[in-house]
């Protein structure tokens, strides 16, 4: 229950848009054994790099598309196999970059894979094609090590600029909220589902 309330505390201090939403449940991931032990290795030597505890990895959220309605309940926990299931398919083998701009088509920083500390913010990307009455959101561990904070944008990116890890984007120029692009699949992975209403 206190990781719960830690997590729950976290959606709502983080969601800065109007109308405010509340989690339901919240389901912790354990990601397969393959992408554990690249995201270990790759945050292990990002560490050894820069030198920043744990690679600076943070908490970040991630809205994306749900074609089903795994999660809503204690029931509800298989993954299911349409294609256009994005949470299935970071659930089942988390984030893959190839898989980056499906929905948006549009990257205001190149193709990477987006998260942002603001909740509400990454709300904006969750769709709902399964038919369920609650939102699903991703709340993920990402290795940001050496961050360039960028403000104007730029879509031409495929990875960040040299001698840096990872881009955030700051709010101020281009962007009314936080982003925080990285650009190896290694460099993230999904922690926790939260169910919420909005």
């Given at each position: 229950m206190a990781i719960f309330r830690a997590i729950s505390k976290f959606f709502k201090d983080q969601w800065k848009h109007p109308t405010p939403s509340t989690p339901t449940i919240i389901w912790k991931?354990?990601?397969d054994r393959a992408h554990e032990a690249e995201f270990s290795k790759y945050r292990h030597a990002i560490h050894r790099k820069t030198h920043y505890?744990?690679?600076n990895s943070k908490r970040r959220w991630h809205g994306t598309i749900r074609a089903c309605t795994i999660g809503d309940s204690e029931g509800q926990t298989?993954?299911?196999?349409?294609d256009?299931?994005?949470l299935c398919s970071i659930i089942r083998t988390?984030?893959?970059i190839a898989k980056a701009k499906r929905r948006t088509n549009f990257g205001r920083f190149g193709a990477g894979i987006y998260t942002s500390a603001t909740s509400s913010k990454a709300h904006a990307y969750v769709a709902e094609k399964g038919g369920s009455p609650y939102k699903a959101m991703l709340l993920n561990d990402v290795v940001l090590g050496k961050p360039i904070k960028l403000k104007k944008t730029d879509t031409s990116l495929t990875e960040p600029p040299e001698d840096y890890d990872s881009v955030i984007g700051e709010p101020g120029g281009d962007l009314n909220y936080d982003e925080a692009i990285v650009y190896k699949n290694e460099a993230i992975r999904p922690l926790f589902l939260v169910i919420?209403?909005?």
């Open positions: 991931i354990y990601c505890p744990s690679g298989d993954f299911c196999e349409d256009d299931c994005s988390s984030f893959r919420y209403r909005h």
